[in-house]
């Protein structure tokens, strides 16, 4: 019984659409490769006038120290217009900024594109109530669901 119970928790796990991977953490599934999924995420930050200050490439570092990982890419972005705003509810969320979504690829062979949660950092600074958060929640769900669109 227990394991039927696991097997339908996550069969609905990988048919849900946004989920929550870990305290915060805000996931999607792609139906695209990874690299695709980055490229459209990055493509549609740029678009939508936001600044792209890295991408950095964890399997290409694994690689460099003879590891191997699948693929998992970080884009780190944003704009002053967003992050200001957060940021005066609290300096504290500097720390959580600029924003950053990491796309990857599971032992599943599964696409996974994940951001932090506005509200959950919010949280974290003790500024759960900050206007900023509505407005940044809805930007990073749109971008997400733009890059993982078929």
């Known amino acids: 019984m227990k ?78 217009q967003g992050g200001t705003p957060f940021m005066e509810c609290a300096q504290s969320v500097g720390i959580d900024l600029p924003l950053k979504a990491l796309v990857w690829k599971d032992a599943r062979d599964q696409v996974w594109l994940g951001y932090n949660d506005p509200a959950f950092i919010a949280q974290r600074h003790g500024v759960a109530q900050c206007p900023a958060v509505t407005g940044l929640s809805k930007a990073l769900a749109g971008l997400a669901q733009a890059a993982v669109a078929p």
């Open 3 to 80: 394991r039927l119970l696991a097997f339908a928790l996550s069969l609905l796990l990988l048919i849900a659409g946004p989920v929550a991977a870990a305290d915060g953490l805000v996931a999607l599934k792609s139906p695209h490769s990874a690299k695709e999924t980055m490229d459209r995420f990055e493509a549609v930050s740029k678009e939508r006038g936001l600044v792209i200050f890295a991408r950095i490439d964890h399997a290409a570092g694994a690689a460099k120290i003879g590891k191997t990982l699948l693929p998992a890419e970080v884009l780190i972005f944003g704009n002053p």
